[in-house]
């Protein structure tokens, strides 16, 4: 069993930016990849931004040039950098993680094994 524990969630003003982290501990046996899913109030989750464990990533149109994720493998932690934040931003957000020696850059959430409980970013406009 992996565990999950993000951070960094807040309310911003729209233009704003916020970085969430998340940490994963237990049972990690090898390399693996990480990424951020969202998911608003009657909508269906959303693949946000994915990086595997050699750094390369897979973002959303919807976050393109307004996000960055990065990873630091000896912390196993990800990160979640984002700036001009819109109202449309607004959601729970889920560190993710695939079982040890699966490399996916996919956003599909069957990809990943592993889930944390969220962390809330509400952006007002």
């Known amino acids: 069993q992996v565990d999950l524990l993000e951070s960094g969630g807040d309310s911003v003003q729209s233009g704003g930016s916020l970085r969430l982290s998340c940490t994963a501990s237990g049972n990690i046996k090898g390399p693996f990849s990480m990424g951020w899913f969202r998911q608003a109030p009657g909508k269906e989750r959303e693949g946000v931004a994915i990086?595997?464990?050699?750094?390369?990533?897979n973002y959303a149109d919807s976050v393109k040039g307004r996000c960055n994720i990065s990873r630091d493998n000896t912390k196993n932690e990800v990160y979640l950098k984002m700036n001009i934040l819109k109202p449309e931003d607004t959601a729970m957000y889920y560190c993710?993680?695939?079982?040890?020696?699966?490399?996916?850059?996919?956003?599909?959430?069957?990809?990943?094994?592993?889930w944390g409980q969220g962390t809330q970013v509400t952006v007002s406009s």
């Open positions: 993710a993680a695939t079982r040890s020696y699966y490399y996916t850059t996919s956003r599909d959430a069957k990809e990943f094994d592993y």
């Open positions: 990086i595997d464990h050699f750094g390369v990533t």
